[in-house]
């Protein structure tokens, strides 16, 4: 029969504080479970498996430490009962962790960053590490369970993440939507029951509401003005100048596909690529503009699999990490260069490699149809589409207001 004992592992964290556990053992192997508790091994009584009186919080800690021991006593007499003694301490670990403890928010985000990384899907591991960062830091050093991720503690992680005053609506929103979507699978996976989920329309759940953000493109004349600059003396940004309009002509082409794109994809005029982001294949028109850009760049040295922009050249296509760092270096350094291009043609505006994308919604308005645009922007779903481009759409209201003020 296993045996169940509380004690205090020997590996302390940072503060010199060791977590409380409970150990299995069963035919000599043990395995442990954490409470989440940490406590200075000077209140710790080890013959009794109690926290000592002299600790402040003891009675509450000592109530936790029996509740636990009452449920792994609960689940190892069922577990005896239905298998006899022909289990392993492996197999009523599973079973333990779910009652036990609930199963670790924080293990479980580490098997999604991996099954990213195996997908090689490392922009994404990017954006999301920091958002584990800031729940991490709100809850220091304890472990976290999706059981313990309830109302009551989302809405103290939205309080101290507004406390510290580092960052936007737009940020928390990400934090909790990524917390939602972990819970989410965990949920399909069976690992989490569907009464314990904390988010929801329902009253006393939460309810994610995503800001609106100020999209500001740039019009026809200050484009057309960036187009103008004599920046002949100037490489590093002629350069910048080229690929941010190359991005522009093609509907605001994202960076990290730019500087993919590769002699073989240019064929009769047109474009042919798929994009990094949702691997959808488009083909576009190379306009007369576009091809200007492109002629700058020809070399009959480079084969036909060559990129066309000299920033990913000579790394490893298979090193996902290397590309996505290239890139992103890539991407500083051109924002950088935007900034001076900005001052040169005299426009106040903040410009950098997204406000492409931004500049095309701002000049198309409502010119092209919903769904015209829509593959333009390879958007996925129709509502993307219009949600984005309402940014940029103001006749109307324009109007509407003259209406009543012009008297």
């Known amino acids: 029969m296993a045996s169940i004992n509380v004690i205090l592992r020997k590996k302390g964290n940072k503060k010199g504080l060791f977590p409380i556990s409970v150990r299995v053992t069963k035919d000599r192997k043990s395995t442990y479970l954490y409470t989440g508790q940490y406590l200075d091994p000077k209140f710790w009584d080890e013959t009794k498996q109690r926290v000592k009186k002299s600790h402040p919080n003891?009675?509450?800690?000592?109530?936790?430490?029996?509740?636990k021991q009452a449920e792994a006593n609960a689940i190892l007499l069922d577990t005896a009962a239905k298998d006899g003694d022909h289990f392993s301490v492996r197999e009523v670990k599973s079973q333990l962790t779910t009652t036990f403890t609930g199963h670790s928010f924080f293990e479980y985000a580490e098997k999604h960053f991996k099954q990213l990384e195996e997908s090689k899907k490392l922009s994404r591991i990017d954006s999301e590490r920091p958002l584990l960062n800031r729940i991490k830091d709100y809850v220091g050093e304890k472990a976290l369970s999706f059981d313990q991720i309830t109302v009551?503690?989302?809405?103290?992680l939205k309080s101290y993440l507004k406390s510290r005053g580092t960052l936007g609506d737009r940020s928390i929103a990400n934090i909790l939507m990524f917390i939602r979507t972990l819970y989410n699978r965990a949920i399909q996976e069976k690992l989490?029951?569907?009464?314990?989920y904390p988010f929801g329309s329902e009253k006393g759940k939460i309810r994610i509401k995503i800001p609106q953000s100020v999209k500001i493109g740039l019009t026809g004349k200050e484009i057309a003005r960036i187009e103008n600059l004599d920046l002949s003396e100037h490489a590093?940004?002629?350069?910048?100048?080229?690929?941010w309009l190359f991005s522009f002509y093609l509907a605001g082409m994202r960076i990290a596909d730019v500087l993919k794109i590769r002699w073989k994809d240019i064929q009769e005029g047109r474009l042919y690529y798929k994009m990094n982001k949702n691997s959808k294949v488009i083909s576009l028109k190379i306009s007369d503009k576009l091809q200007s850009i492109i002629n700058q760049y020809a070399?009959?040295?480079?084969?036909?699999?060559?990129f066309i922009f000299p920033e990913l050249r000579g790394i490893d296509r298979d090193n996902t990490d290397r590309m996505l760092r290239s890139t992103k270096n890539g991407t500083l350094k051109f924002n950088k260069h935007l900034k001076k291009i900005a001052e040169k043609a005299e426009i106040s505006k903040k410009i950098t490699m997204h406000i492409a994308r931004h500049?095309?919604?701002?000049?198309?308005?409502?010119?092209?149809?919903?769904?015209?645009?829509?593959?333009?922007?390879?958007?996925?779903?129709?509502k993307t589409t219009i949600n984005y481009q309402a940014n940029f759409i103001h006749k109307e209201a324009d109007e509407a207001l003259d209406a009543v003020?012009?008297?």
């Open 58 to 67: 003891s009675s509450r800690l000592n109530n936790l430490i029996a509740i």
């Open 152 to 156: 009551s503690f989302i809405r103290g």
């Open 192 to 196: 989490v029951k569907q009464e314990s």
């Open 236 to 243: 590093p940004q002629n350069h910048t100048r080229n690929v």
């Open 299 to 306: 070399d009959p040295n480079l084969s036909i699999d060559e």
């Open 359 to 382: 500049s095309f919604g701002n000049i198309a308005g409502d010119k092209i149809h919903p769904l015209m645009l829509q593959k333009l922007y390879r958007h996925s779903d129709l």
């Open 405 to 407: 003020i012009n008297f």
